[in-house]
């Protein structure tokens, strides 16, 4: 079988590195215990190595209490936890047309109870929000902004100092979805003005599916949104107040935070930067290479400055589905095609019902493999032309 061309890095980030593999083996195999339970020397180790990638995820966003970094499913679950731990009935919401679902679809439920109101603000022609358009909006009972920090569709990377700062000044909680964006944009949550950051493990944090995390800010209120078990105070009948057990319950994912750990330990070798680095100039390539090609649209920032490495297009007469299915099977290519989970985003830029075809470029992605994706993508336009 040819190589597969792995595009699809927003997804999930594929392969993962050694390091992170090696280590999620070694440690379930001699420590996979549960954590924080019992006296034990192997529950203690469980239990250390726990607290320890808290503490290097809460130093990876600047945050100040490593306690106050929750370990959850993925963004998904921890973006649901802000939304229905935060807003109570008669609150208004600011969010943007750049969401996901997992912000968008929460929202909506509550807004179709009748429980809140949102706002949501459009994007530019280049994909970017502008903070005075934040300012318009605020109002008496504007509870929370909730933003993509950096979009799946068009990777565009927000200017969320900006806005944390407006936020600020008006008393409004600041939230990210930095599932995109977490391990390749450097996120600190002190000088942006940040309050919440969602994040998910198994994208650019290295880790695997399954983990994700949220780290909350010392002044914000958040009730927990499912209680249980905790494994300390055993006889208290409600749920444990203080952090972090106020915001998880039950057995953690000990192998999914053993991935996280890696993956903090990899990032530091190998530096946030330098991936990012890579991963734009790949982007630059594919940029110039696609554009070059008659009939193909890009969407979004054509520019390197406050992007990922995630470009979507269509090629015209073509249904996204179809170019995605040619670049699979004819060229093994892996790409997503559709409205990756972000319809407001397509409606924006007119690509709906079918949306586009969505490259993503992760660290391990090579010149070779954006030669190819460009060839097979001018290929395929001139067939159907031709
Ligand atoms: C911008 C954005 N937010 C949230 C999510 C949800 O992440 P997860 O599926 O890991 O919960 C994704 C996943 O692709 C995403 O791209």
Do not use: W
Request: with cysteine.
């Amino acid at each position: 079988m040819k190589e597969l061309i792995y595009l699809d890095n927003s997804a999930t980030l594929f392969p993962k590195p050694k390091e992170v593999l090696d280590f999620m083996d070694h440690f379930y195999r001699h420590y996979g215990v549960n954590p924080g339970r019992s006296g034990y020397d192997l529950c203690l180790e469980a239990e250390q190595m726990v607290q320890e990638t808290r503490k290097l995820l809460t130093e990876f966003f600047h945050g100040k209490k490593y306690e106050h970094l929750v370990f959850t499913y993925n963004a998904s679950d921890s973006l649901n936890m802000i939304i229905n731990g935060i807003l109570k009935p008669g609150d208004h919401v600011i969010t943007t047309t750049l969401e996901h679902n997992s912000v968008l679809r929460p929202l909506h439920h509550k807004y179709s109870d009748g429980k809140i109101e949102v706002d949501y603000i459009p994007f530019d022609s280049q994909g970017y929000v502008d903070p005075d358009d934040f300012q318009k909006r605020f109002k008496k009972n504007t509870k929370l902004v909730i933003i993509n920090h950096g979009s799946n569709v068009i990777g565009t990377v927000q200017p969320v100092e900006e806005i944390g700062r407006l936020c600020r000044e008006h008393g409004v909680i600041f939230a990210i979805d930095a599932a995109q964006t977490a391990g390749v944009v450097p996120i600190d949550v002190e000088t942006m003005n940040i309050d919440l950051v969602a994040f998910t493990g198994h994208k650019s944090l290295m880790g695997p599916t399954g983990i994700g995390g949220l780290y909350v800010g010392e002044d914000i209120e958040i009730e927990p949104s499912r209680v249980g078990g905790t494994g300390v105070r055993s006889a208290y009948p409600f749920h444990l107040p203080e952090y972090p057990y106020r915001l998880e319950c039950g057995t953690l994912n000990v192998l999914g935070i053993a991935g996280l750990n890696a993956g903090q330990k990899y990032l530091h070798k190998v530096g946030v930067d330098n991936i990012r680095r890579n991963e734009l100039s790949l982007l630059e390539r594919l940029q110039k290479g696609l554009m070059e090609i008659e009939g193909v649209t890009l969407y979004g920032s054509t520019s390197l400055e406050n992007r990922l490495a995630v470009l979507s297009f269509n090629i015209d007469s073509y249904k996204a589905i179809d170019a995605g299915t040619l670049l699979d099977v004819d060229y093994n290519i892996a790409t997503r095609t559709g409205l990756h989970c972000a319809p407001k985003v397509h409606e924006q830029l007119q690509t709906m019902p079918e949306g586009a075809v969505r490259v993503s470029i992760g660290p391990f992605n090579t010149e070779e493999h954006i030669d190819h994706c460009i060839n097979a993508v001018k290929e395929i336009a001139s067939t159907k032309k031709g």
